[in-house]
């Protein structure tokens, strides 16, 4: 469960860094992480994005 919930807190804030383009460097952590979610197949994306959701609306974040 709580890798899970670091998996979408990552993914909240890969999604908030897509929309507003912070100015910072990504953590090394970080780096991997999106080298990990670029390696999934799009069907592993759509799995994701439902499981985010889903976590969000049972959940409080």
Same mark, same amino acid.
């Given at each position: 469960?709580?890798?899970?919930?670091?998996? %979408?807190?990552? @993914?909240?804030?890969?999604?908030?860094?897509?929309? &507003?383009? +912070?100015?910072?460097?990504?953590?090394?952590? *970080? %780096?991997?992480? @999106?080298?990990?979610?670029?390696?999934?197949?799009? &069907?592993? +994306?759509?799995?994701?994005?439902?499981?985010? *959701?889903?976590?969000?609306?049972?959940?409080?974040?």
């Amino acid at each position: 469960m709580a890798r899970a919930q670091g998996i %979408i807190g990552w @993914l909240g804030c890969f999604a908030g860094m897509n929309l &507003s383009r +912070r100015s910072r460097r990504l953590s090394s952590e *970080e %780096i991997k992480l @999106l080298e990990r979610y670029r390696e999934l197949s799009e &069907s592993d +994306r759509i799995a994701m994005r439902y499981l985010v *959701e889903a976590m969000r609306s049972v959940s409080r974040f």
